[in-house]
């Protein structure tokens, strides 16, 4: 084995997001140790293992069996690894074995063998397989057709789970009740898949679930047990997870261990996988509900949970070796054939950002819809939920039971949504019996007396008329080892928080630092990854004797950070270990690299609170802090730690605050003789015509002035819409006022990142938006170099960017956006940290921003001299969003300020157009052949078919309707007017649209409109969509200019000048 | 809340260091060895176990009693520990086979237990130790006098008063009791086996006339005490009748055999204890709690090493060359623990069962009968 093709797993999306960088980074450090060349594929560019010195070679290809097949044969690569990249990958190696692609070429795949795959992946004969050996499974049928899905169902008795095969994150599976839901469903379901399943519905039993690894040998061990909170029926991504299970005995513990061995044998697996059950509560009976042959989700909290090095480990036994021979990095005692006894529990909840689409249904259940998890480590479960719930970053100090209202707080237990677990708290709080809770939830009542315990400490904190001065140490204690948070406490008892704080300390009460050895002390081990509890009287660990530098992570994935900020994160302690310092990193997010093992000296998993910030860097006592490489979750604290006298690496925090805050932004525009786009503070809904007026009328964009990625933010355009975003943006942010601005039309959108160095511009990097401004810039097409600024209209940029950096006294990363309409530049804002772009903009130009950065913020002096070498760039990166609306039921797809995207990828071409069609096809885009559906609401269609006559006569069907189809018809055009959406369903089902332009007018949407419903079925028919009429003439102009065979399959390395590589692998290594 | 929530207990040990917890179970003062275990379930095993007679067991896992206790049969008659020391204890538990919580339990068993411990901080201090003393005091109770057991004695605590039979089977296992685990008779009898179960310090060596194999059970103490019974079992190895030792058992075999044994660095005390087959080189998880090892350097001639550990390379087992004779440190009934090794159940029953029929058994009957006869 010479040369071996790792397939990634593409732009984040809902159902798989960073956990296969890590994945995949993994794979590639073994692949490395072993002397085996590494080839990557992967469109998504703000990862870690696409960074210069993981992989050989590095290629930002869409991961589709066509691209995959040339630069197989372009590397000449004998073997293939294919489970490192989530079901993106898997699917795609499937289909590449299906065609002979690797018997052909003479490719391995490495690892479980193909025909195993396939038996965990078709349902039918995954039953079958395991039949053989007496392991139950779920009654289920294969059904091709929905005559066949409802008999079926009759002969299983309702309700009964749907369910497709090939799925990632339990795409397209629901519980149907009836014959006529059965119907519906098994008809959108069969629309998309070949085969569906109909199974018992195993709904209100346990969902455990365990991590497998196998060797070549038969040696065979569970890593990991987990059980999900919200029993089956809620998809396990979705649910709230504990690890290890809680209500098992050891008995059933047993059992599912021995089955999940003998399944995993009886297959033949050759690495790591997952296998998931459904227990009943009242009875030792079981079923295997599905096994996933790869690294998944799960893994990667397993991995994270316990400590143990899975995706290593899976890498390992994929070039042959044998658990016993592999040795324990973590531990440096043990070997891989080893199962973790843990001391803590750990505890996951999803996150989720429902709330950005418009119209989506909000119930959670046998699909997924979250963006991200959060993993928190205790002692006891309220220790571990609690924390966990803080980590969300949605702005809950603990479980609170007055968080939201329910209307119905019955149907919120019963039929669930994000808020259930308050929900749960709360009927608690008024007086329902856990008997009752479980009987509308299902939940478990070992976790719901758990969370009584919770909600009964609230109540004496509430109810006893307790004062903080008088807050004895023994009730501080049992507070804290509840997971309460100071916050909490300060709340109920009307005291600021650091009053708390100072009391607690002076009770004597505070975290310990535990490590995670895998063997709960039996005997001693060499591990870095720690957690902090207060069920302790001792730390494990103590400060560091080196100097040390803690660098906070970004938390939570979430729309609008993501794994962008990780890549920051890690490539800034990188840079530190690199200059000698200790590193420290807190992150509470299992997905990411920045949480893995290697990457730092200590790894810290805990709350990005302030609270337990300060908590760790009292212990730790750091010598910096870097709070700019997370993005905005540690960026919103540096304030406070500064306060608190924390030693914070950079841009001083009075700085900051002059950069966030409107007002005083404002002023230092006007000082410094920069141009805005004219603002004012709202002073109500009853003035909002007269500010309206002052801005010099409509459209304006409202907001809270403090933002991340568009929350609460709108463009209205009518003053009946101006009013509900006011109301919407004043409920979700009391504390800060709602700011108006002048919505600027027509006006192009420019990024500038860079980095400061005591005040000078060391580092900088201008992007430009395909987008017109309204489109939040995480939801852009981004080009590198900029295709339409003149060199002048740069250099003015550039001068902006000096005066801040100046004025501010910018000490490491900056990103400015600006407007440019008629070639006036105004600045939208100022962000004192590392941006979303800033990994693309490294790896595009080879200017690496985030280690300059690093380097600024430890005080060594740059040595390069960056000319700004991008602008003459001999090819062009193009940035593409991913989006997910297909996993949001009824939500409109469309664009606007607020974020909708969940993803991102970049690839490389010799002209944009071509840099540009590669991206969109990395994110699903396809080449239109049978026909285009196309509806431009606000009358812009011209600038699809001005310029770009050819694109409508290429041969394919031009659907349309309304407005734009008599324009289209008036322009010449042949065009078959739609009228209704049953008639669009049809065109859907017979595969007559394979593109569709709609873009949308407004940012208030109307369900019932055929627009939304054209959107609607692309994204639940998979199809091409496109919302923004620039994209749509850049995309169609591509399509033109670029036929297939014009592509060019070429390695990062070829397009990047080598010395700027070699610098860089130098320092990442 | 319970009601014992706020009656606070002690674990004093003998270096004088003290962890201050919360009581719960029994009020009584109890002494014993302190020793831990790292499993995360079934602690309803674990305290009826008979190896942790006289011992104060401490548990890492830091959730205990969550899916409370069921009705018996448990490893033994009764709770065997003289205390338990645990971070959280739930005291609401809930399973569809759970009759009281770990509490009641306790109470109703007279063990005294105390929670609200950083078991973690306690265990690094114990694996430091090896063995260490120590007393549970709880503020309800006369805080000065600790009931402890006599260690040196512990065996004969833990026997059985009189001979017990189970199973129908056709092969029959002479188990000899020094305070067996009941899925050590469980798992022979799954297996089609009759068992005739024996106390140690009874005269067991009357049944092997009629028996086709023998099994040495875990127990507790330290087995270098039990010269005794290492005499006798010395005499039955010398029969050809098939041997086997779990734990204790095995410790008993080495000694029996010639072999000897140390007192280890670091116990073994977890359910997640990888060994391997030194013959097949496949690995196994086990279930194990033992502080002295057989010294694997000294085997006598005629036996070799068949388990090692693959955390710290120690003895896990010996066999006999030529005879069935063989035993392991680990616990192959499991009960807490994985079950992967429950096939040398079947193994041994094997060859059992095979020699039972063998042209082997006449000279076999003729020497045991000589043996009881002289």
């Known amino acids: 084995m010479k040369r071996v093709l790792v397939l990634g797993s593409g732009a984040l999306q809902i159902g798989q997001a960073g956990e296969f960088d890590y994945s995949g980074s993994q794979a590639l450090k073994v692949l490395r140790e072993e002397g085996i060349a590494s080839v990557l594929i992967n469109p998504n560019i703000a990862t870690i293992q696409t960074d210069q010195g993981l992989a050989d070679k590095v290629y930002f290809l869409p991961v589709e069996p066509q691209f995959v097949e040339e630069v197989l044969k372009l590397e000449n690569c004998d073997a293939v690894l294919l489970s490192f990249g989530g079901q993106s990958a898997l699917n795609c190696g499937l289909a590449l074995e299906e065609a002979g692609v690797f018997a052909r070429l003479g490719v391995r795949v490495l690892g479980t063998p193909v025909s195993t795959i396939r038996d965990t992946e078709d349902r039918a004969r995954f039953v079958e397989r395991l039949r053989e050996i007496n392991v139950d499974t779920a009654r289920s049928m294969a059904v091709s057709s929905v005559e066949d899905a409802v008999r079926a169902a009759g002969i299983i008795g309702y309700p009964v789970m749907l369910r497709c095969g090939f799925s990632l994150g339990g795409k397209g599976s629901s519980i149907v009740r009836t014959e006529q839901e059965c119907r519906d469903v098994a008809s959108s379901a069969l629309s998309g898949a070949p085969q569906i399943l109909v199974e018992e519905c195993l709904s209100g039993w346990k969902e455990i679930e365990y991590e497998v690894v196998r060797d070549a040998a038969d040696n065979c061990i569970t890593v990991c047990n987990m059980e999900n909170v919200d029993p089956m029926g809620i998809h396990t991504g979705e649910s709230i997870v504990v690890a290890p299970s809680q209500t098992l005995d050891d008995t059933e513990y047993q059992l599912l261990r021995d089955v999940a061995i003998k399944t995993i044998r009886h297959l033949g697996i050759i690495g790591e996988c997952n296998i998931q059950y459904a227990l009943d509560p009242h009875s030792r009976a079981y079923r295997v509900i599905e096994v996933n042959a790869r690294l998944s989700r799960s893994s990667a909290l397993a991995s994270k949970a316990t400590g143990y090095p899975l995706a290593y480990v899976a890498a390992k036994i994929a070039l042959g070796y044998d658990l016993p021979d592999i040795p324990n990095n973590i531990t440096q005692v043990t070997t891989a054939f080893f199962e973790p006894a843990l001391d803590y529990i750990v505890c996951k909840i999803p996150r989720w950002d429902i709330g950005k689409f418009l119209h989506a249904d909000d119930k959670i259940g046998s699909e997924m819809k979250s963006v991200g998890e959060v993993m928190a480590i205790g002692r006891s479960f309220p220790e571990a939920l609690q924390k966990a719930l803080r980590m969300l970053d949605i702005g809950a100090a603990g479980l609170e039971s007055h968080r939201y209202n329910f209307s119905d707080i019955d149907d919120e237990l019963r039929r669930p949504t994000p808020k259930r677990i308050f929900a749960v708290a709360q009927a608690l709080h008024k007086g329902y019996t856990v008997e009752h809770i479980h009987a509308l939830s299902r939940i478990d009542p070992f976790f719901l007396y758990e969370i009584a315990s919770v909600v009964a400490l609230e109540h004496t904190l509430e109810d006893s008329g307790l004062k903080l001065d008088t807050l004895s140490s023994e009730l501080m204690r049992t507070l804290k080892r509840k997971g309460f948070s100071d916050k909490q406490i300060g709340h109920k008892l009307h005291s600021h928080v650091d009053a708390v704080r100072e009391k607690r300390k002076a009770l004597g009460v505070r975290p310990y630092l535990k490590q995670i050895d895998t063997l709960a002390a039996e005997f001693p081990a060499k591990t870095n990854f720690l957690y902090s509890t207060y069920h302790a009287d001792a730390d494990d660990i103590q400060a560091p004797t080196r100097p040390s530098v803690l660098v906070l992570g970004s938390g939570c994935y979430r729309i609008g950070s993501s794994v962008e900020f990780d890549w920051c994160a890690v490539t800034a302690v990188q840079t530190a270990r690199k200059l000698g310092y200790e590193t420290l990193v807190i992150n509470c997010n299992p997905e990411t690299v920045s949480t893995d093992y290697d990457v730092c000296d200590r790894l810290i998993f805990e709350e990005l609170t302030l609270e337990r910030v300060l908590d760790v860097i009292e212990q730790q006592k750091p010598s910096g802090v870097i709070v700019s490489m997370g993005g905005q979750t540690p960026n919103n604290i540096a304030i406070q730690l500064a306060n608190a006298g924390v030693p914070i690496l950079g841009t001083s925090a009075e700085s900051i605050d002059m950069a966030e805050d409107r007002h005083k932004f404002s002023a230092l525009l006007d000082e410094l003789g920069i141009g805005q786009p004219k603002w004012k503070e709202a002073t109500g809904i009853n003035d909002i015509g007269k500010t309206v007026a002052s801005l010099g009328g409509f459209p304006v964009l409202i907001r809270p002035s403090y933002v991340l990625s568009g929350a609460a933010m709108g463009v209205a355009y009518t003053k009946s819409e101006a009013e509900a975003f006011l109301k919407q943006a004043s409920t979700l942010s009391q504390e800060h006022p709602v700011v108006l601005s002048k919505f600027e039309e027509n006006a192009q959108e420019i990024e500038l990142d860079a980095v400061g160095s005591g005040g000078q511009l060391v580092a900088w990097v201008v992007s430009e938006h395909v987008e017109q401004a309204g489109v939040h810039s995480g939801d852009a097409t981004l080009m590198v170099p900029p295709q339409s600024l003149s060199v002048a209209q740069i250099m003015r940029i550039r001068e902006i960017a000096e005066k801040l950096a100046r004025r501010l006294k910018i000490e490491g990363p900056f990103n400015i956006q600006l407007l440019l309409r008629d070639d006036v530049i105004k600045v939208i804002e100022l962000n004192l940290r590392a941006s979303r772009s800033f990994p693309f903009l490294s790896k595009a130009t080879g200017v690496n921003l985030a280690q300059e950065a690093t380097r600024v913020l430890l005080g060594v002096k740059s040595t390069q001299d960056y000319v700004a070498n991008w602008m003459h760039l001999p090819y062009v990166v193009v940035k593409a969003p991913q989006f997910s609306f297909g996993r949001i039921k009824g939500a409109d797809p469309r664009l606007g300020v607020e974020m909708a995207s969940t993803g991102e990828v970049a690839c490389f071409g010799k002209s944009c157009e071509e840099a540009l069609l590669k991206a969109y096809m990395a994110t699903g885009f396809k080449r239109p052949r049978n026909g285009i559906f196309v509806s431009v609401e606000n009358g812009d269609a011209k600038l699809l078919y001005r310029d770009i006559a050819t694109f409508f006569g290429m041969g394919f069907g031009i659907f349309s309707a309304g407005q734009t189809a008599t324009e289209l018809r008036q322009a010449g055009f042949s065009v078959t007017e739609i009228a209704s959406a049953n008639q669009l369903r049809e065109l859907f089902q017979a595969k007559s649209i394979d593109w569709v332009i709609s873009v949308p007018h407004g940012t208030l949407s109307t369900p019932n409109r055929l627009g939304y419903h054209c959107r609607r079925l692309a994204a639940d028919f998979g199809v091409s969509l496109t919302l923004n009429i620039h994209t749509a003439q850049r995309l169609a102009k591509a399509l033109v200019l670029v036929p297939n065979s014009a592509i060019t399959i070429a390695p990062w390395s070829h397009y990047l000048p080598a010395p700027i590589l070699d610098e860089r692998a130098e320092l990442t290594v | ?374």
């Open chain 2, 1 to 374: 809340m319970h009601d014992f929530q706020t009656s606070t207990g002690l674990l004093h040990l003998t270096n004088d260091t003290v962890y201050k917890g919360y009581s719960f179970g029994s009020s009584r003062n109890v002494a014993g060895e302190v020793v831990f275990n790292t499993a995360m379930t079934g602690y309803v095993e674990t305290l009826t176990d008979p190896s942790y007679k006289g011992q104060i067991v401490v548990l890492t896992y830091p959730l205990v009693g969550n899916y409370g206790v069921p009705k018996p049969p448990f490893e033994s008659a009764a709770i065997q520990v003289q205390g338990l020391v645990i971070p959280n204890l739930s005291d609401n538990p809930n399973h569809h086979l759970s009759l009281h919580n770990l509490h009641q339990w306790l109470l109703g068993s007279h063990v005294p237990g105390l929670y609200g411990v950083d078991t973690r901080s306690l265990t690094q201090l114990l694996r430091e130790h090896g063995t260490i003393e120590g007393s549970i005091h709880t503020t309800a109770a006369n805080a000065e006098l600790s009931d402890s057991i006599p260690m040196h004695d512990v065996l004969s605590l833990v026997a059985g008063e009189r001979v017990m039979r189970c199973g129908t089977g056709n092969t029959r296992i002479l188990v000899v009791d020094t305070g067996a685990k009941y899925n050590i008779m469980r798992s022979l009898v799954r297996r089609g086996a009759q068992v005739v179960c024996a106390p140690w310090n009874l005269d067991w060596e009357s049944y092997l006339p009629e028996v086709d194999g023998i099994l040495l059970t875990n127990g507790p103490g330290d087995p270098r005490d039990a010269t005794a019974l290492v005499q006798r079992v010395r005499h039955t190895m010398s029969l050809g009748i098939p041997m086997f030792g779990i734990c204790f058992g095995h410790q008993l075999l080495a000694l029996a055999a010639g072999a000897s044994s140390t007192k280890m660095r670091y116990g073994n005390r977890s359910v997640n204890q990888p060994v391997q087959d030194l013959m097949t080189k496949r690995c196994y998880m086990t279930s194990q709690n033992h502080g002295y090892v057989v010294d694997s350097t000294q085997l006598p001639e005629d036996f070799t090493s068949w388990f090692i550990n693959l955390n710290d390379r120690s003895n896990e087992g010996i066999r006999h060359k030529t005879l069935p004779i063989s035993s392991v440190q680990f616990h192959p009934e499991a009960a807490p623990g994985p079950n992967d090794t429950a096939f040398l159940f079947d193994d041994f029953l094997a060859v059992a069962s095979r020699l039972k029929r063998s042209h082997l058994r006449s000279n076999r009957i003729d020497a045991l009968q000589e043996m009881v006869l002289t």
